[in-house]
Nanobody
Framework: VQLQASGGGLVQAGGSMTLSCAASGRTSNNRAMGWHRQAQGKEREFVAA????????RYADAVKGRFTISADNAKSTVYLQMNDLKPEDTAVYYC?????????????????WGPGTQVTVSS
């Protein structure tokens, strides 16, 4: 399975941005997908996750009410709609996939990680 994230860039505080993560290859077993992020000098942290078949969602407290994760199974793509962005959202965002939602949430040993995409929020 290969994951390709896109949609990062520079945005002003209060603005919006949508990240996409397209999965290719043998995706059928990896029903859970999500996002983690890592700001410079900080540890990687969980952002959001989705069970693409069951529909279960998980969000980090820091992004609840501002970020929305969704999936288009026909396209094997997961989206992260980010609204009301803050400078503290600046980070490299990584897409990941695994058979289990809990593994995507913890980020501990997921099956697949995609290359990161930089999101920069200016104040």
């Amino acid at each position: 399975v290969q994951l390709q994230a896109s949609g990062g860039g520079l945005v002003q505080a209060g603005g919006s941005m949508t990240l996409s993560c397209a999965a290719s290859g043998r995706t059928s077993n990896n029903r859970a997908m999500g996002w983690h992020r890592q700001a410079q000098g900080k540890e990687r942290e969980f952002v959001a996750a989705i069970d693409t078949r069951g529909g279960s969602l998980r969000y980090a407290d820091a992004v609840k009410g501002r970020f929305t994760i969704s999936a288009d199974n026909a396209k094997s793509t997961v989206y992260l709609q980010m609204n009301d962005l803050k400078p503290e959202d600046t980070a490299v965002y990584y897409c990941l996939a695994d058979p289990y939602l809990a593994v995507v949430v913890t980020g501990a040993g997921p099956s697949y990680w995609g290359p990161g995409t930089q999101v920069t929020v200016s104040s």
